[in-house]
């Protein structure tokens, strides 16, 4: 009897709508669903950060919001606050302050990072108290449920659930695999 395997695939194709770094036209694309409170999310931050920076044009990385409230009461807000300064052109800016200070994420935190990093604070505080980017939020969150995401941080390598560990070794060894077969297409 063949055993089958179940691969999750990313439901919500990669467009325009989401955040991302690296070329449109890179080999491989890889997705992360993330949490900004969660500590395993932040101990693979720098990890992203170095494979970006090692595989240069190969790789385009993208970041979808997965707050798990249940656990992670200011993650919600925090990926609130991404969004929020994503439409002033500095979600990175933000999503890279909120890993790097993980340890304070209340609103006033917040308000702070968003004058480190240069925003029109009182635009970020009316979307803020608003939840203008709580639709956005939880689409990116209903989009994770629908492709099998079920903790914080998973990755999708080509729009396929990456399941392995994701230390640095195991990530770049499966973006290059990932890179290999797409270019045998």
């Known amino acids: 009897m063949a055993v089958q395997t179940l691969h999750h695939v990313l439901t919500l194709p990669v467009s325009d709508r989401d955040h991302s770094q690296g070329l449109a036209s890179a080999a491989v694309t890889l997705v992360e669903y993330g949490d900004y409170q969660c500590p395993y999310c932040r101990q693979a931050h720098p990890i992203l950060q170095d494979i970006r920076k090692s595989m240069g044009g190969l790789t385009r990385l993208v970041f979808r919001n997965f707050p798990l409230t249940s656990v992670h009461p200011n993650a919600q807000h925090a990926a609130e606050a991404a969004e929020a300064a994503g439409v002033q052109g500095k979600f990175w800016a933000m999503h890279d302050h909120l890993f790097e200070h993980q340890s304070r994420l209340d609103d006033d935190a917040?308000?702070?990072?968003?004058?480190?990093?240069?925003?029109?604070?009182?635009?970020?505080?009316?979307?803020?108290?608003?939840?203008?980017?709580?639709?956005?939020?939880?689409?990116?969150?209903?989009?994770?449920?629908?492709?099998?995401?079920?903790?914080?941080?998973?990755?999708?390598?080509?729009?396929?659930?990456?399941?392995?560990?994701?230390?640095?070794?195991?990530?770049?060894?499966?973006?290059?695999?990932a890179a290999a077969a797409a270019e045998q297409r």
Do not use: K
């Not at 939840?131 to 079920?150: I, K, Q, W, Y």
């Not at 399941?163 to 770049?172: G, H, N, R, V």
């Open 110 to 177: 917040l308000l702070e990072y968003a004058t480190e990093i240069g925003l029109d604070v009182d635009r970020f505080r009316h979307d803020l108290e608003t939840h203008a980017f709580g639709p956005r939020v939880r689409e990116d969150f209903l989009s994770g449920v629908r492709s099998g995401v079920n903790g914080t941080p998973t990755f999708f390598i080509n729009g396929l659930r990456h399941d392995a560990a994701w230390d640095f070794e195991t990530l770049s060894g499966a973006i290059r695999a």
